[in-house]
């Protein structure tokens, strides 16, 4: 692993220490979605998904693009340091059986971002 620091570690593991943070990154294997998005399956407050995001784009996991009057959050196809990359490879294969990450990946395929964001 290609890490530039102590700190960067750090930073990607804590990351990873929420299982909110890793539920947003399970569901973005599947399509970017917008926070009114997120918000609606995890059922948290905007506030509270915001800083989850944040935290996942610091840490180099998310990027995030304006698309008219959404900004999409998607999974970093080119991430850095490499350690992001790994733990996408692994976490691709884990939790495939989740019974929390499957009742996601249903809420995200059914969400509406043009009837939740009015």
């Excluded at 059922?43 to 998310?62: C, D, M, P, Y």
Aim: proline share 3%.
């Amino acid at each position: 692993m290609n890490v530039h620091s102590a700190r960067e570690l750090a930073r990607v593991h804590q990351a990873l220490a929420e299982p909110n943070r890793i539920r947003i990154l399970k569901m973005l294997e599947i399509r970017p979605l917008c926070v009114c998005e997120i918000t609606a399956v995890l059922q948290l407050a905007a506030s509270t998904v915001s800083k989850h995001l944040s935290i996942l784009r610091e840490a180099g996991f998310i990027v995030d693009h304006k698309d008219g009057k959404w900004v999409n959050y998607q999974l970093n196809e080119h991430p850095d340091p490499k350690v992001v990359g790994t733990c996408f490879s692994h976490l691709a294969r884990l939790l495939t059986n989740d019974e929390t990450v499957l009742s996601d990946a249903e809420k995200v395929r059914s969400v509406d971002r043009h009837q939740l964001c009015k």
